[in-house]
């Protein structure tokens, strides 16, 4: 079973940067598919961006796209989120989840099969 650990939310002002980390205990499998995803409190769970662990073919959601990247090191299991020019609605509990299907249906949350216990990501205008 994959344990997934995330870490480096926090509070940041509007245009200021962060870098999360999700961090498995396991080997991930050549067909898994990592991404993170957020949900602000009284909205759904949404797709923010993803990647193919074999591969490291990367997939972003449009509201992010050019402002966050996602990254992995192979070596240490970890899969990053560097954050920039973050804006107040980037406000949201942020997940780092996996599948093993790979990139077939990635936006979709109960496509995935493990879950990190969330990190919170606060910016203030």
């Known amino acids: 079973q994959v344990h997934l650990v995330e870490s480096g939310g926090g509070l940041v002002q509007a245009g200021g940067s962060l870098r999360l980390s999700c961090a498995t205990s396991?080997?991930?499998?050549?067909?898994?598919?990592v991404a993170w995803f957020r949900q602000a409190p009284g909205k759904e769970r949404e797709f923010v961006a993803g990647?193919?662990?074999?591969?490291?073919?990367?997939y972003y959601a449009y509201n992010v796209k050019g402002r966050f990247t996602i990254s992995r090191d192979n070596a240490k299991n970890t899969v990053y989120l560097q954050m920039n020019g973050l804006k107040p609605e980037d406000t949201a509990v942020y997940y780092c989840?996996?599948?093993?299907?790979?990139?077939?249906?990635?936006?979709?949350?109960?496509?995935?099969?493990?879950w990190g216990q969330g990190t919170q990501v606060t910016v203030s205008s």
């Open positions: 396991v080997r991930t499998f050549s067909s898994s598919f």
């Open positions: 989840a996996t599948k093993d299907d790979g990139a077939l249906a990635y936006a979709i949350p109960g496509r995935y099969n493990a």
């Open positions: 990647l193919t662990w074999s591969f490291g073919s990367t």
